[in-house]
């Protein structure tokens, strides 16, 4: 497959660590955010969503942080794994039905 | 049902040729959302539906394309007269209004060659 993410920041990490990956959003109305993770050649895999009124929400190995103060994003995988190895992408919308706007990516590489 | 499904997953096309791909959305989920994504870029947004009405068209939505969704259910997007620039990943995705589920789903895309 080819190589997604030519241009994008890089974050490498070793197997076991936590990562942090961060995300400054556009737009102060935004409403509603997403992570998502995207595999070479495959569309964006939904990790985990927080609406404007929560600072945090956890999953399972995943937190996400929202700081509407300085409209940022962070996510951050615990115990990160081999299979986390992908593009990470921070998303967007006004109100949740409308459309995504997507910021750049990360790549996350994870090193055994 | 398992999630959205896209078909072709690939194509391939010469120049000037006109190309259809089809959408089939979670079937409970009323909004259908369409998007370009080319290499070391985040998707961008084409153009959504609720239900048969369009309700939303990017500025990136020239003439040559098209989308509907006749019935409410799938999708089509057509490109007409395709051009090298239209090569990219097209992605749709569909999301629940009802509130009790969460999220935009995806799917795996139709990868476009256009030479």
């Known amino acids: 497959g080819e190589s997604v993410g030519l241009h994008l920041p890089t974050l490498s990490v070793q197997e076991g660590d936590n990562s942090i990956i961060n995300c400054a959003y556009s737009?102060?109305?935004?409403?509603?955010f997403i992570w998502y993770k995207q595999e070479s050649g495959k569309g964006p895999q939904f990790i985990i969503d927080?609406?404007?009124?929560?600072d945090k929400r956890q999953g399972q190995r995943v937190t996400v942080l929202l700081n509407k103060t300085v409209k940022h994003l962070s996510l951050q995988i615990a115990a990160t794994q081999p299979g986390d190895s992908a593009v990470y992408f921070c998303?967007?919308?006004?109100?949740?039905?409308?459309?995504?706007?997507f910021g750049a990516g990360t790549i996350l590489r994870v090193k055994s | 049902d398992t999630g959205v499904s896209q078909d072709p997953r690939h194509k391939i096309t010469k120049r000037g040729q006109n190309v259809t791909f089809r959408c089939d959305p979670i079937?409970?989920?009323?909004?259908l959302y369409w998007y370009r994504q080319t290499l070391g870029q985040g998707p961008e947004f084409l153009t959504y539906?609720?239900?048969?009405?369009?309700?939303?068209k990017s500025r990136l939505l020239s003439d040559r394309f098209s989308a509907e969704r006749p019935k409410g259910s799938f999708s089509t997007l057509e490109i007409q007269r395709t051009e090298q620039g239209d090569s990219a990943m097209y992605l749709c995705?569909?999301?629940?209004?009802?509130?009790?589920?969460?999220?935009?789903?995806f799917g795996s895309g139709t990868r476009l060659t256009v030479v």
């Open positions: 079937s409970e989920h009323n909004r």
């Open positions: 737009n102060s109305a935004s409403d509603y």
């Open positions: 927080i609406r404007s009124n929560m």
């Open positions: 998303a967007e919308t006004l109100r949740y039905g409308n459309k995504l706007v």
């Open positions: 539906f609720q239900n048969e009405a369009q309700l939303e």
């Open positions: 995705a569909s999301s629940d209004q009802t509130g009790k589920n969460y999220g935009y789903t």
